[in-house]
């Protein structure tokens, strides 16, 4: 028992001394019993202002300044039509013709994504690079419509472009293009006797045609119609004569005769006559001007320049031009009578057989009288009459008919 009690305080000193070192005071008694304890508080360092023996001159950085705008010259375009639809009416079926460059952006078209209401395309003219559809008037979804002069079958070009290869974008937009055959309901006829001899199918045919001439002022390149009938003295007036039919026979247009004047009345004074002598552009040859016809890129038109003036002495620049236009087939050749000639450093044809336009020089100075005056009609179309003549021969089938555009008015260029 006495042994237990000698082991426990042996163990309560050790845990006193243990105790002590931990907390770091001691348990002896005050040597000043009068003076209150002394706290042991740790030792701080001293903490001094540092001084730098030179001033600081960093500062914050300014602000970036921005860059300076550059002026670009930029136009913005707008998309115009590219004209890439060609519709060609036949007797029994339709025959559309469409541009692989449809859109005019120089991309190519999937064929698979252009129908014909629900037909896909028969063919293609890969030197011409455009799609071709045909079909019956009644097929490919169409719609019959009639009015008082015409019946119009109506087709749809659907355009639904895919998904370019794999990936999810297009590159063109949808678009519908309406094509119409218009047939009229109405023919003239003749209460001339009846010839039972046999006659070429292109003459019958020739007989039967409805087709009307139109006189446009075009733009630079003659690719659209100019949307502006203003021009200034200096400019060049670009006009293109056409003639139309509604049935596939080959026609040829020339214009006869031109003759420029203040108002609609073509027998007017003053009035000058650029075109006389049966189609001999006689302006270039008189004046020394750049006007000359276009060479020739369809039997069914006919182009040519103006250079612009005014009339001498008058105020009102305001021109009108009244042009006579004759039409016959194709296959008649080009001759005296049948021309499109101007003059550069000589006579030349807009067809190439220049040496028919030799007697055009002998029409210098000497111009007829003023034809009478046309019948009142739209400005730039006319339908045509025919001249009386015995198909069972073999003179050509011809249409003549009197055109007038304008107004056009020509003004001043200012001098700086």
């Known amino acids: 028992m006495v042994m237990k009690c000698t082991v426990c305080l042996v163990a309560l000193a050790l845990l006193g001394s243990f105790c002590e070192a931990q907390w770091g005071y001691s ?29 600081l001159t960093w500062k914050y950085p300014l602000d970036p300044e921005p860059l300076p705008t ?4 930029f136009e913005l375009r707008l998309p115009v039509a590219a004209s890439s639809v060609s ?8 025959h559309v013709e469409v541009r692989k460059d449809m859109f005019g952006t120089g991309q190519f078209i999937n064929p698979a994504d252009l129908t014909m209401g629900n037909c896909a395309a028969v063919g293609e003219d890969t030197n011409a690079n455009v799609f071709i559809y045909e079909a019956e008037l009644q097929d490919c979804l169409s719609t019959l419509t009639r009015t008082e002069e015409a019946i ?18 297009v590159r063109t937009n949808k678009a519908a293009v309406i094509a119409e055959c218009h047939y009229p309901r109405k023919h003239n006829v003749s209460s001339l006797a009846l010839h039972p001899d046999w006659m070429a199918f292109s003459a019958v045919r020739m007989a039967q045609e409805f087709l009307y001439f139109t006189l446009r002022l075009m733009t630079d390149d003659f690719q659209h119609e100019r949307p502006s009938y203003q021009y200034y003295l200096g400019d060049t007036i670009n006009i293109e004569a056409t003639v139309r039919q509604f049935f596939h026979v080959p026609l040829r247009i020339y214009v006869e005769s031109c003759v420029a004047t203040l108002s609609a009345d073509a027998t007017s004074s003053p009035r000058y006559a650029f075109i006389d002598s049966n189609g001999c552009l006689l302006d270039g040859r008189l004046t020394g001007s750049n ?48 021309r499109a000639c101007c003059w550069n450093n000589g006579w030349y044809e807009a067809g190439g057989v220049s040496n028919v336009c030799s007697s055009c020089e002998n029409g210098l100075g000497s111009f007829p009288p003023p034809p009478p005056p046309p019948p009142p009609q739209k400005s730039g179309v006319a339908n045509p009459g025919r001249k009386i003549r015995d198909v069972s021969k073999s003179e050509v089938l011809e249409w003549e008919g009197d055109v007038t555009l304008g107004p ?9």
């Open 27 to 55: 348990t002896k008694p005050n040597q000043n019993p009068g003076m209150p304890p002394i706290k042991q508080v740790p030792q701080n360092p001293q903490q001094t202002k540092h001084t730098f023996e030179k001033p």
């Open 70 to 73: 550059e002026i670009v010259p």
């Open 152 to 169: 119009i079958y109506t087709f749809t070009m659907n355009y639904d472009p895919r998904p370019v290869g794999s990936t999810p974008v």
């Open 408 to 416: 056009i008015p020509i003004a001043e260029k200012m001098v700086v």
């Open 87 to 94: 519709v060609d009416c036949r007797e029994m079926i339709i």
């Open 291 to 338: 006007s000359r016809f276009m060479a020739r890129t369809a039997d069914n038109k006919l182009q040519f320049q103006l250079a612009a003036f005014k009339f001498q002495a008058v105020d009102n620049g305001l021109l009108y031009i009244t042009c006579h236009l004759k039409a016959s087939t194709a296959t008649h050749p080009i001759d005296n009578e049948h």
